[in-house]
């Protein structure tokens, strides 16, 4: 298999957790202000990177909100995943490539209707972030599926995520790690904000990169320096050392992080 041939595709999830961004935005978090808009700002920049790296590479985009996940790109009416056709909705006349253009409309307008229509009466905390990684997988396995003869796709997926973690999702999540661990899929992680002790694993299982940004305005720096490589092309290059990973696992009872748990041998046996 040459290296011509082989297309790589890269999933990003990005968390638009509007509890979390609303305290980013005015300072709250105790991190540097930073709005959801720049933050999108700077996914279509990395976003456009990552496809002119090769005409074979391949985009997707997941907005991992608080009650559901969407994608922002491509729009569910674009079918499937092999060809991308360049509309009138791409910019035209300012000497951007068309696909730029395509790419960072439908990002923006698909979070803006996420933004306005999109929100529940409720608003939570934390982020639905295993249903967004299995939205990735499931994606990606249909991409394999449409794969022509002789070409090969190399899949990654991308966290980008602020909120904190929900130990409730702890068994989805690592059921969802465990899947693209064994279909051989690296899980990146860049955190905005506090720790995610849940992503540190999904990386390290995997093998991926897990990034706690010292700094959200240098997110475009991050992004490209660390995550626009792809993952065989990462032992040449000076990269972060890997954190110590937290794998403590969450109780099944209240769902609460443990350092020590006990299993009984007896199924109905309840401490």
Request: charged fraction near 15%; charge should be negative; include cysteine.
């Amino acid at each position: 298999m040459t290296e011509s041939s082989v297309s790589s595709q890269l999933i990003i999830i990005v968390d638009t957790n509007p509890v979390w961004w609303g305290q980013a935005d005015t300072g709250e978090s105790g991190q540097n202000q930073m709005s959801l808009a720049q933050c999108l700002e700077c996914l279509m920049v990395f976003s456009n990177s990552h496809l002119m790296m090769s005409h074979r590479n391949k985009l997707a985009v997941i907005a991992a909100h608080t009650d559901k996940s969407i994608f922002l790109y491509p729009k569910k009416d674009q079918g499937g995943t092999s060809a991308i056709n360049i509309s009138e909705e791409a910019d035209q006349g300012d000497g951007k490539y068309e696909l730029f253009g395509l790419v960072n409309n439908q990002i923006k307008n698909q979070a803006r209707e996420l933004v306005i229509n999109g929100g529940s009466s409720l608003l939570y905390p934390d982020t639905v972030l295993a249903g967004a990684l299995a939205m990735a997988l499931c994606y990606i396995h249909r991409s394999e599926k449409e794969v022509g003869p002789g070409e090969q796709l190399s899949s990654r997926v991308l966290i980008i995520k602020g909120s904190e973690d929900n130990p409730e999702q702890y068994m989805n999540l690592m059921n969802a790690v465990f899947t693209a661990q064994k279909q051989n899929i690296v899980v990146d992680a860049c955190v905005l904000d506090n720790d995610s002790g849940l992503l540190q694993q999904a990386c390290d299982i995997t093998g991926g990169i897990y990034l706690k940004i010292p700094q959200v305005s240098g997110l475009l720096q991050y992004l490209l320096w660390i995550f626009l490589p792809d993952p065989t092309e990462r032992h040449k290059l000076t990269l972060p050392p890997k954190a110590q990973v937290d794998y403590r696992a969450a109780c099944f009872c209240h769902r609460n992080l443990i350092d020590i748990g006990y299993q009984s041998s007896i199924p109905s046996f309840v401490a």
